[in-house]
């Protein structure tokens, strides 16, 4: 299976704050990574699909780069609404794995 | 606005079957571009795909799961549903059902969880 580490694994930060959560895969992974907010008791969010498409609804503050093993989420401004924990996911490979996700604190 | 909904008995004891069933609305569960899956969290812990489906009834289970899994669908009712036989207290998560997207393979939409704990 492709392991999938994330960093930090969690952050405070404030808000207007640029923020930058990295993730990792064991193995290459081409461009196949995807960015999740998940805010407990809601169903994920889907923000980020194939490293740097940016979801239908999601602010242009965030914004996705990377390939091969090494990928990063970037939020330019951040905003209350923006707390949650990220995951990223890697579909090159079956079983798709996740990270342990980041958790951010505004 | 797909929406997709879990639902399924919330406890459980061990060596029992949980059985859980996504209903989807707003969409159907028949387009050929999607497949179904279902994706755990246990408490603490991160996320893990357990299987898809496709709606014409093809399956692909994660390996540790393998023995214990079984994914279904009707199109009929726009559901698929999950059944994980011989559960533990391993087995307590959250239970999310997600459509993924085939070829590219990201979950654009997810139900809310449902909490699935086992205990004696």
């Known amino acids: 299976d492709v392991q999938m580490t994330q960093s930090p694994s969690s952050l405070s930060a404030s808000v207007g704050d640029r923020v930058t959560i990295t993730c990792r895969a064991s193995?290459?992974?081409?461009?196949?990574l995807h960015w999740y907010q998940h805010i407990p008791g809601q169903a994920p969010r889907l923000l980020m699909s194939?490293?740097?498409s940016l979801q239908s609804g999601v602010p242009a503050r965030f914004s996705g780069s990377g390939s091969g093993t090494d990928f990063t989420l970037t939020i330019s401004s951040l905003q209350p609404e923006d707390l949650g924990t990220y995951y990223c996911?890697?579909?090159?490979?079956?079983?798709?794995?996740f990270g342990p996700g980041t958790k951010v604190d505004i | 606005q797909l929406q997709l909904q879990e639902s399924g008995p919330g406890q459980l004891k061990p060596s029992e079957t949980l059985s859980l069933t996504c209903s989807v609305s707003?969409?159907?569960?028949?387009?050929?571009?999607?497949?179904w899956d279902w994706i755990r969290q246990p408490p603490g812990k991160g996320l893990e795909c357990i299987g898809t489906?496709?709606?014409?009834?093809?399956?692909l289970y994660t390996p540790s799961l393998h023995s214990r899994v079984a994914m279904s669908v009707d199109t009929s009712k726009n559901q698929f549903s999950l059944r994980l036989n011989s559960v533990t207290a391993a087995d307590t998560a959250v239970y999310f059902c997600?459509?993924?997207?085939?070829?590219?393979?990201?979950?654009?939409?997810w139900g809310q969880g449902a909490l699935v704990t086992v205990s004696s």
């Open positions: 997600a459509r993924r997207r085939r070829q590219v393979g990201y979950f654009d939409y």
């Open positions: 707003g969409g159907s569960i028949s387009n050929s571009n999607y497949n």
């Open positions: 489906i496709y709606y014409l009834g093809t399956t």
């Open positions: 193995q290459t992974i081409s461009i196949y």
């Open positions: 194939s490293t740097s």
């Open positions: 996911q890697q579909s090159y490979s079956v079983p798709f794995t």
